[in-house]
């Protein structure tokens, strides 16, 4: 696999710094866009061992930091769950222009669940795959322990994640109560793959089963038995990367 890196403006203005997975040698069939977890960066372990498995068959992939995350411009505090599905579309309008439109979007935890909101922004996209995602945004306000009365005096607080200290925003609160998933699942009008560890703590189980129930075929759903929520191990890593790829390519290649 060869990497390179690459900027692109997403539709507010702001530059965004990404890392285009390509194989050695010869054209890529298809690309795809992953979409990085919560407070994550596009050169998180995860997002490199999956892309490599994608690449390995094929399939091209553009990882990128989300606004205000790893080496994208813009103010993180700024940035809800609408604009990381909105820097999703600009990826794939990255691709589409330099590149091939994107026909794959995946994602992991949060960025599961941007990939599903954002699909219908991608008309080129004909697949999704998640990874460890949860089926309602708002279940992030749970996890961080963000209260009804933590804004009640002030526009952002601070909040630590993984030992990592986030200004955190309102509107990026308030934009997760607002958002519908239930109507985009419904929606979806692509084959969806779920992936999901029946031990994740951080996400639970539940959320695959809420999110496969909803959808509609062709969906499909593989349990990853012994991994944890972030694929620490490489092997598990692989193996869901390679079980994407496997599974897209009946999906990728039908829209040629």
């Not at 298809?30 to 490199?48: E, G, M, N, R, W």
């Not at 813009?74 to 309008?93: K, L, P, R, V, Y």
């Not at 004909?126 to 009804?148: M, N, Q, W």
Request: with cysteine; charged share 25%; hydrophobic share 40%.
């Amino acid at each position: 696999m060869r990497s390179e890196r690459v900027t692109f403006r997403n539709r507010r203005g702001i530059e965004l710094s990404g890392i285009l997975d390509l194989p050695e040698a010869g054209s890529p069939a298809h690309f795809a866009v992953f979409a990085h977890c919560f407070t994550c960066s596009k050169d998180f372990k995860l997002a490199v061992n999956v892309d490599r498995e994608l690449v390995d068959r094929g399939i091209a992939v553009l990882r990128f930091d989300f606004t205000g995350l790893g080496q994208s411009g813009g103010d993180f505090s700024d940035t809800t769950f609408t604009t990381n599905a909105e820097d999703i579309a600009s990826a794939a309008d990255y691709l589409s222009n330099l590149y091939k439109p994107p026909k794959l979007l995946v994602g992991h935890s949060l960025g599961g669940a941007a990939a599903l909101y954002a699909a219908s922004s991608v008309r080129s996209s004909s697949a999704v795959a998640t990874i460890a995602t949860p089926s309602e945004p708002r279940h992030l306000k749970e996890y961080l322990g963000i209260d009804a009365d933590a804004f009640a005096s002030k526009e952002r607080i601070e909040l630590k994640v993984a030992g990592r200290s986030f200004a955190i925003g309102k509107e990026f609160v308030q934009d997760l109560e607002r958002v519908n998933m239930a109507e985009r699942i419904r929606d979806l009008g692509r084959a969806l793959l779920v992936l999901h560890a029946p031990g994740d703590t951080v996400v639970g189980m539940d959320n695959a089963d809420y999110i496969f129930e909803h959808a509609h075929h062709p969906k499909s759903f593989i349990s990853l038995d012994g991994a944890d929520h972030l694929l620490l191990d490489e092997a598990d890593a692989r193996y869901v990367g390679s079980l994407i790829a496997v599974w897209s390519l009946r999906y990728l290649s039908s829209r040629d």
